[in-house]
Each structure stands twice: as structure tokens, then as C-alpha cells.
T-cell receptor, first 113, second 108 residues
Framework: NAGVTQTPKFQVLKTGQSMTLQCAQD?????MYWYRQDPGMGLRLIYY???????DKGEVPNGYNVSRLNKREFSLRLESAAPSQTSVYFC????????????FGQGTRLTVV | LAKTTQPISMDSYEGQEVNITCSHN???????ITWYQQFPSQGPRFIIQ???TKVTNEVASLFIPADRKSSTLSLPRVSLSDTAVYYC?????????FGSGTQLTVLP
């Protein structure tokens, strides 16, 4: 049982390049989330998907797009990377509803130069 | 969304009970209170969730007064491995918004 799997674990991009961060969960969860965490800071919600087929903006959605491909997968795309997007990105999933127990992936460390 | 206020940092000694309080004056009727723990270079880990009164599990207790404007996470007999950042989350369960957290350092 892998839980939440993120790929890649590390990535270096040049300014202006695009990339997609992949996230998959095997717990049959309804809700999925994408966060970013800058050094010494708390997590900030980028986008979330409360159920398959729906996505909503979080606190810091600018510069990102998401796709809830199916119930298992939730991808995050950076269309034109900027140095300000250098961060650690975490994907998470939960059953949803009133259950706030989320399970997190191991994170993707992204550097934009 | 209900904004939360927590102490930036706390120190404790091994074996002591630690209480971390979170203020959330604007909590809404449908909001739940949740606490997470995060170690360096890892994603957060769920500790406990509550709506009112007291909730206890195998690792912690959560105390919520009747007005729900604050909550206290209680960690019994902490060890060095409990050194981490602890986050209080309050709001729409669909969004799971984290604040800045409390850095707990457990000293020998």
C-alpha cells in the first residue's frame, strides 16, 4: 500500500520552462490537494479537488493549473516557471466530507533558476 | 476561513506534558479543528480532529471549550522525537488550510 506517490522527487527548471508534477493515491480517497512550502514557512494551499471532476483554487493558485485526471490522480502544472515558484510541493489526499485526516506524499523539491 | 493564532515556538523537557493552544476567534459553525505534526523534509502527519469538548486518541488529546474560540493540543510525556512543527487547522474541511505552526523543541 503506497499511499500518496509524487513524481518527481527533485526537479530543476529554467525560467520559462513548463512541467507537470504528478500525484497518485491508492486509498480510494475523494479529496486531493496541492500545497507549496517555502523554507521556514507553513504550507500554502494551491488547488484542491473535493471530488473527482471538480477542482477549486486555494490560497495561491496564480501560475499553476491542475487536472483531476481520475479519482486516483491529481496533477499540478507550471506553464511558465518563475524563480518565485522555487519551493517544496506536497500532494495530499483525504476521504473528504468532514474527515480532515489527510495523507501526504513525500514532496517534490523544485528549483527554478 | 477562520484564521488561527499559535505561539511561534515552545520548549519542553522529556517526560513533560505539553499543551499548545490555538486561537480561532472567527470559527464558523461548520468548522472543524484539526492538528498536524511535521518533521523536517517530510509531509505533515495528522494528529487529531475535533468539533467540540474533548477528543482523545493514542497520541494526543484535544480540548475545545464551549465557545470554540480556542483549542488546546495536549501531548503527554513528550520525548525528543516529538520535536516538530505543530499546525492547528480550522475551517472548511474541504480546503485544509495551514497556518504558520508552532515549533516544539523537546530538550533532554
Amino acid at each position: 500500500n503506497a499511499g500518496v506517490t509524487q513524481t518527481p522527487k527533485f526537479q530543476v527548471l529554467k525560467t520559462g520552462q513548463s512541467m507537470t508534477l504528478q500525484c497518485a493515491q491508492d486509498m480510494n480517497h475523494n479529496s486531493m490537494y496541492w500545497y507549496r512550502q517555502d523554507p521556514g514557512m507553513g504550507l500554502r494551499l494551491i488547488y484542491y479537488s473535493a471530488s473527482e471532476g471538480t477542482t477549486d483554487k486555494g490560497e495561491v493558485p496564480n501560475g499553476y493549473n491542475v487536472s483531476r485526471l481520475n479519482k486516483r490522480e491529481f496533477s499540478l502544472r507550471l506553464e511558465s516557471a518563475a524563480p518565485s515558484q522555487t519551493s517544496v510541493y506536497f500532494c495530499a489526499s483525504s476521504e473528504g466530507g468532514t474527515n480532515t485526516e489527510a495523507f501526504f506524499g513525500q514532496g517534490t523539491r523544485l528549483t527554478v533558476v | 476561513l477562520a484564521k488561527t493564532t499559535q505561539p511561534i515556538s515552545m520548549d519542553s523537557y522529556e517526560g513533560q506534558e505539553v499543551n499548545i493552544t490555538c486561537s480561532h476567534n472567527n470559527i464558523a459553525t461548520n468548522d472543524y479543528i484539526t492538528w498536524y505534526q511535521q518533521f523536517p523534509s517530510q509531509g505533515p502527519r495528522f494528529i487529531i480532529q475535533g468539533y467540540k469538548t474533548k477528543v482523545t486518541n493514542e497520541v494526543a488529546s484535544l480540548f475545545i471549550p464551549a465557545d470554540r474560540k480556542s483549542s488546546t493540543l495536549s501531548l503527554p510525556r513528550v520525548s525528543l522525537s516529538d520535536t516538530a512543527v505543530y499546525y492547528c487547522l480550522v475551517g472548511d474541511p474541504r480546503q485544509l488550510t495551514f497556518g504558520s505552526g508552532t515549533q516544539l523543541t523537546v530538550l533532554p
